[in-house]
């Protein structure tokens, strides 16, 4: 078993190499945008909700963000991020657009149920959840049609245009059967196109997440307007909702 595991290991380790070799402009543009507009955006919401500076003032966080799946989801987002990037790099690009797809349709749901149940605290929020998120009438495309929001018809514009590019691809499963034929036991076959698709796709989701946490979060838009980095994002990734809840002109 062990020694299984060491060759897992092993192969994964060339993976790597090889699409740092070959992907590294692609992968880069992913480290990129998590690593510096995510934060950008996180100085943010710092600024607004004082996350960090709790102990220090000797007041808690604002309920609005303790008892919210969607500042939950937010906070989620960090780790899922990460995780995209590390699965791109070892050419587990299905298990990357799956984590995309996740955080989108979580965040979906998390402001509908927000949005319906404004006094339920967190636990409860949680239960709601627990029960409805796999029944077909809370799927994501259905939620966005209830919602109560403006530039409604753009958001569910976006959100299909990013459904097809993360929808399972038939590129995937024949390099699947080229590993298996090969006798590969781990992803052999580093496509930098499907790299190139991955910063597409979060890029895109980010934008649709930012539109929709800004929808809950409101107080959150004059911070962001004066956020000369977040601002500078907006513009140079076209991230075209963001620009339309914060009125900047791209």
């Known amino acids: 078993m062990l020694r299984g595991v060491s060759e897992i290991e092993k192969g994964f380790a060339e ?16 480290r990129k945008f998590i690593h510096e507009t995510i934060p950008h955006f996180d ?24 008892h919210s799946l969607v500042f ?4 989620e987002s960090f780790r899922i991020s990460g995780h995209t990037l590390f699965l791109a790099l070892n050419g587990l690009y299905r298990n990357a657009f799956d984590n995309i797809r996740h955080l989108l349709e979580s965040l979906v749901q998390a402001l509908y149920i927000d949005l319906r149940h404004p006094r339920a605290n967190l636990n409860t929020k949680i239960e709601i959840l627990k029960e409805v998120e796999d029944k077909i009438e809370y799927h994501a495309i259905r939620l966005i049609g209830e919602l109560q929001i403006d530039h409604k018809d753009m958001l569910q514009r976006e959100y ?46 980010y934008d649709i997440f930012f539109f929709l946490f800004l929808n809950y979060f409101d107080e959150l838009r004059q911070s962001l307007t004066k956020n000369a980095d977040f601002v500078n994002d907006v513009k140079n990734y076209k991230l075209y909702l963001t620009s339309k809840a914060l009125k900047i002109k791209l």
Do not use: F, W
């Not at 993976?15 to 992913?30: D, Q, R």
């Not at 939950?72 to 906070?75: A, D, N, V």
């Not at 299909?160 to 038939?170: F, M, N």
């Open 72 to 75: 939950s989801c937010y906070l």
């Open 15 to 30: 993976i790597a190499k090889e699409s740092i070799e070959k992907c590294g402009s692609e992968l880069e543009n992913v």
């Open 160 to 205: 299909k245009k990013l459904s097809k590019i993360i929808h399972p691809s038939h590129k995937q499963i024949i390099a699947t059967m080229t590993d298996i034929i090969k006798e590969r036991g781990v992803p052999a076959t580093v496509d930098c196109e499907e790299v190139g698709r991955i910063y597409e796709s979060i890029v895109t989701m």
């Open 43 to 66: 100085a943010s919401v710092h600024e607004c909700y004082d996350v960090e500076g709790v102990e220090r003032k000797g007041r808690g966080i604002s309920p609005k963000c303790t």
